[in-house]
């Protein structure tokens, strides 16, 4: 069965410093990788997705993810963060064989940024 | 733009009510989504619809069960309500295939007390 596991459940990162959001995926068939963003009292909103081709996906928001098929992560980067990056971030991952088109989603992180 | 609409925001139930939670979308998407929410817990999946008067379990569907007679519209029931199911529910629709974006609506807070 799929799984996602986010590795932190808590980022605190001070404003324009870099930030690494981790996460990983257990499938043994061909993946498709999504980042959603959940700001606070709002509900999920897509910031990028892997499907195939180049490994570096960009987003928006300045936020890009690197898929690494060996290691089978998909971690979540920004160069320089600011106060309204501060949310909970969530890695879903999708599969072909996936029956209804379901997103299995990991536990979230909360990136908090500080001034 | 996309809408995926969800009734209440807030509610408050008694225990052992049964409670109706709705949601509707404008894109005649073909997938229709519940997930629980619960700090730590990440999205979890209660029920899910393909179509029309289909649904499959998803991985907590006890305590719930779901209604889909329109396309448009997919309803979350609770059959007798318990402190448990004190959470955030978040409605979501997607396009068929495995390669395209779900949108989610605001969610509703349900406290049962």
């Known amino acids: 069965a799929q799984s996602v596991t986010q590795l932190d459940s808590q980022v605190p990162v001070f404003e324009e410093a870099p930030v690494e959001l981790r996460c990983n995926y257990s499938s043994s068939v061909s993946v498709y990788l999504f980042w959603y963003v959940q700001y606070p009292n709002q509900g999920l909103q897509l910031l990028l997705k892997?499907?195939?081709?180049?490994?570096l996906v960009k987003g928006i928001n300045g936020f890009e993810a690197e898929f690494n098929k060996s290691q089978t992560s998909f971690h979540l980067r920004k160069p320089s963060v600011h106060i309204s990056d501060t949310a909970e971030y969530f890695c879903?991952?999708?599969?072909?064989?996936?029956?209804?088109?379901?997103?299995?989603f990991g536990q979230g992180t909360e990136l908090s940024v500080k001034p | 733009d996309v809408k995926v609409t969800q009734s209440s925001r807030y509610l408050v139930k008694r225990t052992g009510e049964k409670v109706f939670l709705e949601c509707v979308q404008d894109m005649d998407h073909e997938n229709m989504f519940w997930y629980r929410q619960d700090p730590g817990l990440g999205l979890r999946l209660i029920y899910f619809?393909?179509?029309?008067?289909?649904?499959e379990k998803g991985d907590i569907p006890e305590g719930y069960s779901v209604s889909r007679e329109k396309k448009e519209r997919f309803s979350l029931i609770l059959e007798s309500a318990s402190t448990n199911q004190t959470s955030m529910y978040l409605c979501?629709?997607?396009?068929?295939?495995?390669?395209?974006?779900?949108?989610f609506g605001q969610g509703t807070r349900l406290t049962v007390v």
């Open positions: 879903a991952v999708s599969d072909q064989y996936n029956q209804g088109g379901k997103l299995i």
């Open positions: 619809s393909y179509d029309v008067k289909m649904k």
């Open positions: 979501a629709s997607r396009p068929f295939g495995q390669t395209t974006e779900a949108f």
């Open positions: 892997y499907l195939s081709g180049s490994t």
